[in-house]
């Protein structure tokens, strides 16, 4: 079995994808009987984010603008930002580099520029969370009540539950979804997610969007026709991904590929590891599947790989994340194919890419500019930067909602960031992503397709 080269970077690897593959796949809840069907789907009408935008906010119902004339954070011409995100978890592992960094070198940039708006910006620090309900509202606290912060930027936390107190407050706060904190409509008016609603199925009654751009982007990566695909989606054993792998089958039927295995047949978190995964591999090489997409983990995905390969599997293998720190051991994963979900990848060279870099250097951090941290903790502060630009007469945080909570629409920032529309972006997800794939000889990441529309939204049952 090839195991990983570096155990601080498998642990540091496996946290970050843990959460990309659950943001991605958390947003449909709709099944099969038993996910593995070749049988017709009705998956309902395909739609554009604009048309599933309208769509969402008939279903979910007007924002009741929240009232009151908050100006905490605003000290004449200055306004005071802070930042609350996980930057190491509960080991001490790094899963998000960059996750304070990207904002603050966004509102420096914005303070070099001449501030927004009449406005500059002061950032009061970004505290760690640690992965830590507790360190979170505590942070949180400190941030409202000590430091008087206008807003939150990052609020990146992936255990947390300070959702209420943040909205009872009208304190804005932007980040990357990761934490039901975001998930709402009106009760959470105040929340913007830069990758929007990627865990919060539920939030309409009895129904959830769902986006097809994981498979589709596949499709247009690989150059393969639906119906030449028969694919196996493999998942770890909690409820979430068991649930994940049978949408997956029911999206890929719908879109005319065949889907002869979906299971969850990898331990979960806390469960003991596999010690061999060969009679896994011989399962979905039985099924006839010439795809395999795992929603599983780096901890897990080397060894599934490994396992294919050594009994004889040829067809091609999609993971949902291509995190940079992966190009030093793309050895392992050589032809594996990667989508990314809601952000770009910086092996596509661009003017974007270069810009973030260079603001990242002028406050003087060594953050990748293409690491998820980085490009959702930027992100969610050139969203605040763009809406607060917005905003006619006197600020408040009442204000900065209401210009989202009318109708914004947030353009993708250039190949490094999917776009979002609000309210509606607290029940849809992205229908943009890149696509790239390992090269082993190379020991890098291979560009395929850039960050771009794939696929639409539909509205499956909850079910």
Known sequence: MILLRSRRTRAGLAGVAALVAAATFASCSSTTDNGTSSAPVDLGKPMDAAAASKLAIEKAGPIQF?????VRGVNGKVI????VADVKDTTGIENFPGV????KARFERANREGGVNGYTFS????????????KSKDAVTEMVEDK????LVPFTAS???VGDYLNDEHVPYFGWGISTDYCGWNNRQFGFSITQAIACAGVLPGQTFYSSAGLESYLAGAGKKAAD???AFVGSSVAAADTSVKSFAKMAVGLGMKAPYAKSPIPGPGAPPLSDYTPIARDIIASGANLVASTTTPATIFPLVAALRSSGYTGDILIYFADPRLAPLADQLDGVYAMTPNFGSGVFPSATFTQIDADLKAVGSQADASASGTLTSYGAADLFLKAFAKINGTVTTEALAKVLNSGFDYPALGNALCGSTWPAGRVLGNDCAAVVRFDGD?????????LQTFGHEYLFPLT
């Open 66 to 70: 929240a009232t009151g004339s908050t």
């Open 80 to 83: 005071t930002i802070g930042g």
């Open 100 to 103: 304070c960094d990207g904002a």
């Open 123 to 134: 950032y009061a620090g970004c505290t760690d969370s640690g992965a830590d309900p507790t």
């Open 148 to 151: 008087k912060v206008f807003g």
């Open 159 to 161: 255990i947390s539950t």
């Open 229 to 231: 695909v028969s694919a």
């Open 442 to 450: 190379k020991k890098a990441i291979e560009p395929i397709k850039d």
